[in-house]
């Protein structure tokens, strides 16, 4: 059966000219995992906000919606609340109460169901999301990721067939994501439940999809199983950036389907190996020049530094060593909650360590995890004025793509836009140290590219970036020099190549991929390396 | 039995009004006295020796505070100890009158102290939840949105601090930095309360008929307690009503109707107060017994 048939001729929303919504036609089988993937601005969240009555977006709608077979606006309330989740992508702004198991039973109390059944339906919802040790916290104890997990509990503890999913991951950390679309996935494989989701950067939760949907300036642009995404059509670029590398490595020698996951790829080069149809190089990457014999330059140097937040609570950074280069692109990476962001914080002079030596040579400026914290004014243009004048700002606006956004509120923009605003609004500091806490997260792909430039030329100028991130390919692609943070601690510096190749985990598909025959840790380097016969 | 902390919210409250409505009462002495100390050692053994920190910097201060306000402010008694310059009395009386006051007021904060302990917010939604929906949603919220504007507020003093734009001014300018933070935060909130309320119509809020789900079950334990504090509630209403807890203090000290008889009133105001030093104790002992079987094993 259907679940959905979709048919909007025209959607405008009130008080605009503008048409968000323009001839869309598709339907969604039951128990279908469909993606809708588009640049940001591109009409998703309306299309998506479309599909559940309490949730539409008001304004001139021309077309027809239908629900298993009935008109969507003559599915009553009730049945569309029990049969139609929605999860958006703030995870702070959805939830209604300060526990989590208030949170997750408010949908079930709102349907009328006996507390004995609500009881059953949260813990067993609990026990499928692997959250239940959550069950008794309060959700401002929660990390981004644990947040959105107990917004989703909240929808599956009312057992829903139908779940619409607003870019949940957008305000999450890469390993959040993952796992955020791991449960999914589960409820859509284990319960069949149908599963509509929105993003911007659907690279991750491609392997999980039955087919993607693309979205231009609220048409529909394309539309392929994730398999075949590389042969449709792409004028913006935008499919190529978020295709996984496994694509990318293999679409010059494949026809057909292309392998979505490391495992796939591996076989396929394996098959082609062995049949004969390629060859791959086996010789390394030149690596970078040995400057043991020069004199260094530090920005940052920390000796035996330690720091805890509370007197009487325990150290987050214990007798570190770290000495980052000047000129140079640093990087720290490492498990969730591990302090990296705390010892970001002690580099940019925000707390001073409790015993140790830091020496920070040059003015700092910190983007943090949040980056609406460095926004409070009204709109961002008015954001960006307090440190720079009117030329910088529109400079700098010209740079990060936010022309458009200047005269907006902060609170009111996409995740993405307000990343490179608070990205621009860093560099407008002037600093000679850049540290930058999780950069590219919620950032459209296309405009990750043009970063990594931005932080090329940054450095390229003798200025130093001290970074921390879980985006393997934005560091493979940047950094100079990587460390790993655990037990409040660094391991030693590396070259950013040397610790992509000798890591197993924090690591590129790339790298995985090729490791066995050389050490490429891009898409790119990898094509180097592979020679069609 | 389980400890007070763990019972009942509905029977919590009911134990906690009959406890607060005496020691507001009763201005007795001995029920004073009974309320100091009972309230202290409750509190002791909900949140241990460091409430004791709590006893010396705000109830002992208060006590001395109102009885030499109320010594040298009221000039009624029949006792006179000295005359003020002005031709005032100082009487013994009003210092009596002020020292029971302090006292019951120490004991009253105190009540509240542990009250506030173990009536969580999960209890209060859960006792509003249940007769005003309504209120007990907004309550939520509004103990979700405090602690989180508080969050937020720190988090852009530290971000903004991160790139130099705050604290390196002086404290006007970051006074004045702070405000306008703080003004933002509150809109924000408004902002993210239109994306709240999607999230809650969209769950079904609004619908008829909807249910309360609580984490709390009345146990037999909680049958017990609230017997025996409804009994004993009772029996020292009928003292107080009675007359067994009368008191002058003006013009002159007298405890009226303190006898044998009036020693059962105080007994039974003792054991309402110890009820929950009485469940708390029992399963120490409990636990006791039970290392004391495991270790022999």
């Keep these: ?533 | 039995m389980k400890r007070f902390s763990d019972t009942y919210p509905p029977v919590a409250i009911i134990y906690y009004v009959f406890v607060l409505v005496f020691s507001l009462s009763a201005k007795h002495p001995v029920y004073l006295a009974i309320s100091a100390v009972c309230s202290l050692a409750c509190d002791i053994s909900y949140k241990g020796i460091d409430v004791l920190k709590t006893f010396v910097k705000i109830c002992l201060p208060a006590v001395v505070v109102i009885t030499l306000l109320n010594g040298f402010t009221s000039h009624w008694g029949e006792t006179v100890l000295f005359k003020m310059k002005g031709g005032n009395n100082i009487c013994l009386e009003p210092f009596i009158y002020g020292f029971v006051t302090g006292i019951d007021v120490s004991a009253v904060i105190l009540i509240f102290d542990s009250f506030n302990f173990i009536f969580t917010s999960d209890k209060l939604i859960f006792v509003l939840g249940s007769k005003a929906k309504n209120t007990g949603a907004a309550v939520t919220m509004a103990l979700r949105e405090i602690p989180l504007i508080g969050r937020r507020f720190r988090e852009t003093r530290e971000a903004l601090a991160g790139i130099g734009e705050y604290g390196s001014d002086g404290r006007k300018k970051n006074f004045m930095l702070s405000a306008s933070i703080l003004a933002s935060m509150i809109s924000r909130t408004v902002e993210e309360s239109v994306i709240r309320s999607d999230s809650m119509i969209s769950r079904g809020w609004g619908l008829k008929k909807s249910s309360r789900y609580g984490k709390f079950i009345f146990s037999f334990s909680d049958r017990i307690i609230l017997c025996f504090s409804v009994v004993l509630a009772l029996i020292t209403a009928a003292g107080l009503l009675s007359g067994y807890g009368e008191v002058i203090y003006n013009p002159y000290f007298e405890m009226r109707k303190t006898d044998a008889v009036s020693l059962i009133f105080f007994i039974c105001y003792f054991l309402l107060l110890t009820v929950p030093l009485i469940f708390n104790l029992s399963e120490v002992v409990k636990y006791k017994k039970f290392d004391k079987i495991s270790n022999c094993q």
């Design chain 1, 1 to 533: 059966m259907e679940k959905y048939n979709i048919s909007i001729d025209s959607f405008k929303y009130a008080l605009s000219e503008k048409e968000a919504l323009n001839n869309i036609s598709l339907s969604v089988k039951e128990g279908e995992f469909v993606i809708i993937a588009g640049l940001s601005g591109s009409s998703k969240t309306t299309l998506i906000r479309m599909l559940k009555t309490s949730i539409s977006p008001k304004g001139e709608f021309s077309g027809k919606i239908e629900f298993e077979g009935r008109n969507l606006n003559t599915v009553p309330f009730r049945e569309q609340t029990e049969k139609i989740g929605y999860v958006n992508q703030f995870p702070d702004a959805q939830s209604v109460s300060d526990s989590v198991w208030h949170e997750i039973s408010f949908g079930c109390e709102n349907l009328g169901f006996p507390p004995q059944k609500i009881r059953m339906m949260c813990g067993e919802t609990c026990a499928q999301l692997g959250i239940s040790d959550l069950w008794n916290r309060k959700t401002d104890t929660l990390s981004g990721g644990e947040k959105q997990l107990v917004n989703l509990a909240a929808v599956i503890a009312m057992a829903p067939n139908t779940l619409l999913l607003d870019e949940p991951c957008s305000n999450l950390d890469p390993s959040s994501s993952e796992k955020f679309y791991d449960a999914v996935d589960k409820l859509n494989k284990e319960q069949g439940i149908t599963v509509i989701l929105s993003e911007h950067n659907p690279e991750y939760p491609l392997r999980f999809a039955d087919r993607i949907i693309f979205l231009d300036s609220g048409k529909i642009s394309g539309e392929a199983k994730p398999q075949n995404i590389m042969s449709t059509e792409d004028k913006t670029g935008f499919i190529k950036a978020v295709a996984p590398d496994s694509m990318k490595i293999l679409n010059p020698f494949l026809s057909g389907e292309l392998p979505l996951t490391v495992r796939d790829a591996e076989n396929d080069i394996e098959k082609l190996l062995s049949e004969n149809k390629i060859s791959v190089s086996k010789s390394c990457f030149p690596k970078p020049e040995n400057d043991s014999g020069q004199k260094k330059e530090y920005a940052i140097k920390l000796k035996d530094v330690s720091f805890r937040y509370e007197k009487k609570g325990c150290n987050i950074i214990e007798n570190t060593t770290l000495s980052v280069k000047k000129g140079k692109i640093t990087a720290l990476v490492g498990a969730n909650g591990s302090g990296k962001s705390t010892l970001l914080k002690l580099c940019a002079k925000v707390y001073k360590p409790q015993s140790g030596k830091l020496t920070v040579n040059g003015k700092t400026a910190l983007l943090p995890q949040e980056p609406l914290s460095l926004f409070f004014k009204q709109t961002i243009e008015d954001n960006l004025k307090i440190s720079a004048d009117e030329k910088e700002v529109y400079e700098i606006s010209e740079k990060f793509g936010i022309k458009n956004i200047l005269s907006s509120n902060p609170f009111d923009v996409s995740g993405g836009e307000i990343q490179r605003a608070a990205a621009a609004k860093t560099f407008l500091a002037k600093p000679d140290i850049l540290i930058l806490d999780e950069p590219t997260k919620g950032m459209d792909k296309l405009f990750v590219s043009d970063f990594e430039k931005i932080l090329r030329d940054f450095t390229d100028s003798g200025r130093t970036v001290l970074l921390v991130t879980h985006d393997m390919k934005f560091l493979s692609e940047t950094a100079d020099e990587i460390c790993f943070f655990f037990d409040k601690n660094v391991s030693g510096l590396l070259g950013a190549r040397e610790f992509l190749y000798e890591s197993r985990f924090f690591t590129t598909d790339a790298c995985k991929i090729m490791r066995k025959y050389n050490d490429a840790v891009t898409a790119d380097e990898a094509l180097k390396k592979i020679t069609k016969i």
